[in-house]
């Protein structure tokens, strides 16, 4: 029975947020603000993941095969699609779902307990519109960014492991990734993270913005924020996976 | 002038505002006072349209606020200016900012001419080089003082303030006092003060209305409060040492 009532607040959140922005002007100045602080904040711990993601899974897929029925060459075609079709989008979103889903479960909490969205909503302000809206589109505009900045940086990645750990030579990594490529692998991905980023950012906001009390219920809309998204990427992805790639 | 006319409010079946009618003037401050718990910010709450009342009706002027659609009320809304207990400032915003946000939002006024109407609320409410400073680095009578400014901002008609002495040292309650009152004789408008302090109800209240759980206890003008012969009243001023 919760989960229906969150899912009819949670329905009539989203509805009650996509009007129109009050001054077009400070909306899109609201949104670049948001994309800065979603994208240029994020940057260093995705760099991070993706880099070891892609070291990481040269090795395990390296260690696997040893057959010798497979080419080395695969090797790089193996790491390549393993990270975009999977790791890259949903270990970054996941990743997000931490930083970025806490971060604005915690402002709006705060801004909740602290009356400023009351004081938005005398001003005769769609607090919601006002403050979701564009964190929301800031989401879905640099999310699926980082998405391909983490793929790339994850393929690299895995070059440097395989040379490092003398199990590729980068010459049939490069032979690997350039064989049977599947461009709608990439467009896989950025559906992925689009939905996954608006997942995040909607569910993060819907918690934060049901805040009521002090200190303590922020820290809980955000932990509740964080568990939520990380739940709604998972089951998406399963669902994405099934839709687009299943027979 | 607001009306408020037989609202009733109840959260989970407990009766919080039982049958209050009331009316607040224009140009005067109208003083609600009442023990913690008795429904006064409640009350105010649903003045301003924060919560929905479950029956009766608030008229400012001639609009009944409560049967307007949200689009309508956002009107009315415009018109009003509101101190918060805790101020509620936009933190991630300047001073200058926070009191420009309405200007910014709902006028078409210049860079320039937003910035003179800023600097003119802030010398209104006594404050000067605070510019640039965010509420985080504020005292707690600037912060109220930048809240009256930002309430002032856009010329209201009606004036609410929710404890607007909370917390302050008692001359700085007494500055921000004077303030209100200054601004709603100078401004003509509707004031309307929650507190639980005596004294600022003596020195600028005009009209008092007095709530017990949830009811109206009396309703009358400052002078007459003495002899208003009702027992929780006189007992309330007691107890505050008046």
Known sequence: ?247 | MIQLKNIKKSFNGKVVLDDISASFYKGKANFVIGASGSGKSVMMKCMVGLIDVDQGEIFYGQDDFVNKSYEERKLIRKEIGMLFQGTALFDSLSVEDNIAFPLRMFTKMTPEEVLDRVNFCLQRVNLSNVNKLYPSNLSGGMKKRVGIARAIALNPKYLFCDEPNSGLDPLTSRLIDELIKEITIEYNITTVINTHDMKSLFEMGDNIIYIYQGKKEWEGEKSLIRSSGNSRLLEFMKASEF
């Open chain 1, 1 to 247: 029975m919760k989960f229906f009532e969150h899912f009819g607040n949670y329905t009539m959140f989203l509805l009650g947020l996509f009007k129109r922005p009050e001054r077009f002007k400070v909306f899109s100045k609201q949104t670049l603000h948001e994309m800065s602080s979603i994208g240029v904040g994020s940057f260093g711990i995705v760099s991070l993941i993706s880099v070891f993601t892609g070291a990481v899974s040269t090795i395990q897929i390296g260690v696997q095969l040893v057959s010798g029925l497979v080419p080395d060459y695969m090797l790089g075609t193996f790491v390549r699609d393993s990270n975009i079709y999977e790791f890259s989008p949903t270990i970054t979103c996941l990743v997000l779902a931490g930083k970025v889903g806490s971060s604005i479960a915690s402002e709006m909490g705060t801004m909740k307990v602290t009356e400023q969205i009351d004081a938005l909503e005398i001003m005769g302000i769609n607090s919601a519109n006002y403050l979701v809206l564009p964190k929301i589109l800031a989401g879905v505009l640099t999310i699926p960014l980082l998405v391909v900045y983490a793929m790339v940086l994850s393929i690299i990645g895995g070059a440097i492991s395989g040379v490092m750990g003398d199990i590729i030579s980068v010459d049939e990594y490069v032979r690997g990734l350039r064989t049977d490529f599947v461009p709608f692998s990439v467009w896989f991905a950025l559906i992925k993270a689009t939905t996954f980023a608006f997942l995040i950012t909607s569910i993060s906001a819907y918690h934060g913005y049901r805040t009521e009390g002090g200190a303590l219920e922020v820290g809980r809309s955000s932990t509740m924020a964080v568990v939520y998204s990380a739940v709604a990427v998972i089951i998406f992805d399963y669902i994405l996976s099934d839709i687009l790639l299943g027979a």
